[in-house]
């Protein structure tokens, strides 16, 4: 079964990456760039303005178009009461480069202690604008964000400096902000040694990252691209390796020990990642392209292979109010597993790798299952997972059965000894707490919590079920290797974008994600109403 987590001990770190809003709230002030005049004046490249140690990287060659393709959405005329006009903002240019990642702890109470990420952050705007302009949307947007961010009463120091004009403000606690102007040219950072390093880019002493040789797609339809390198990664990963860990046991060897793993794992098998986000007539879509090193590419190639597409009436089992559903289409999921287990493995320690080979056991335990391999070798695909909350505490695996008496050796908390339950012609035992169920039904076997369980046989009764959407269809007929339809909310990025018509406006939007693995890695494609960018967005909602 799955731990519970203790709220105390989770404290800051399972949110880590929500909370890293000073980063994300510099994209919100570029956002509202509308005091700039847009001109002529061609693109400028960015990346050769950002130091050639990035991290993670953000651009947009056209914020005006990025956040029109937004609106564009029939969810947001849906909810909001009028199109705005982003027409001022047309061919600004904004760029972030993130340079390293800074993690403190602060003890709160006896028992809690909040965790915090603070990215070393460069942004850079080319506004178009006259440089009159864009000082004075410096000083005045700018540092009204900075005032508004650190609790007011924010002082400001100008200066020439390197050809251009210099700020720095100062909180109260002496927390400070920088920012340069040059010409149409806006840099802002956290850390002054930001500012010093677009300096030293400028005069030469040091590579820029257009000097990094990293190339993005371009295409008409294309609004955003972003890239994490592979040092990015292994900084990231030991954030992951805190919260994966805590999410995962409350026990202080289990956090231990995958908080050690984990980043061990990603740091060896994931090389980098490229982003794009681009408008098409279904929504916007994310493509992430994870590049991983040439073996684990080449036996994930050889293995993750998905199955013929297989009539199935799985989704029949699958009520209405899902919050998510995933299709599994392996053509061999036991030899899936076992290519994951291998290429994970063998990028620790022999002792390390026996121990997260025991671990991955119980990687289904969500689901009431204690040996995932036994469960594997036993069902066929497709393998549907269905979580009706974000947390999927309360969830459901549906498989077709190949072998019944080894799926039941999978369930080591089930007595299948006892005599079944009924309902309808499912036959349901539960394990001896009454939480967790598993009913087998035709050819289907159908675990995870009791509630859920037996939601998802009274859907095949009712007839009220997801094979009754219009959205199954795509999801049946996908070829990937998985496959997900998911609920999201949207009114937070309306808020943000326009004006909601109505303040208490509830509003769901669907998102369609496809997984594959390509030649030098895995390929992530996920269509939705306002994408990525509106993720980001949605950290500058009003608060409720």
Known sequence: MKPQINAHRHGFFTKYFNKIRFLSAFICVYLWLILLLSCSSPPSNLRSFLPAETLVYMETNDLGKTLVALTESKAFSDAAKAKPDFSALKNIQVAIAVTGFETSETQVTDEQKVGKVKPHFIAVADTHSWNSATLSFTENTLGEFVNDTYGGEVSLETSDKNGGKYFVWTATDGRKVFAFVEKSLVFFSNDESGIEKVFAVKRGETESFAKSGKTFEKAENILANGYVSGEGIAQIANIAGISTAIDATDSEEGRSFIAGVLPQILQKTVREV??????????????????????????FKETMLSGDAKSSNSAAFIPNEYYSVTRYNLQNPQ???????M??????????????TEFSKDLLGNYGISDAEIFLSAVDSPIFTVQFDAEGENSVLIADVKNADEVKKSFSEIDFKKASEKQGNAEIRKDSDGETAVAFIENKIISGDNESVLKSLQAKQNGQNFSQNPLSAK???SRSLTATFGKDSGEKTVEVLGEKKAENLQMTTNFFTETRFIDKGIERKTVSPFGLIGTILEQFAKEQ
Not at 282 to 292: A, P, T, V, W
């Open 274 to 299: 490229y982003w794009t986000a681009a408008k098409t007539e279904q929504g916007i879509e994310d493509k992430y392209q994870i590049m991983l090193d040439a073996e684990s590419a080449k036996v």
């Open 335 to 341: 030899i899936a597993w076992r290519s994951l287990l």
């Open 343 to 356: 290429v994970t493995a063998n990028q620790t320690d022999k002792l390390s790798g026996s121990i997260l």
């Open 475 to 477: 999801l049946l007929e």
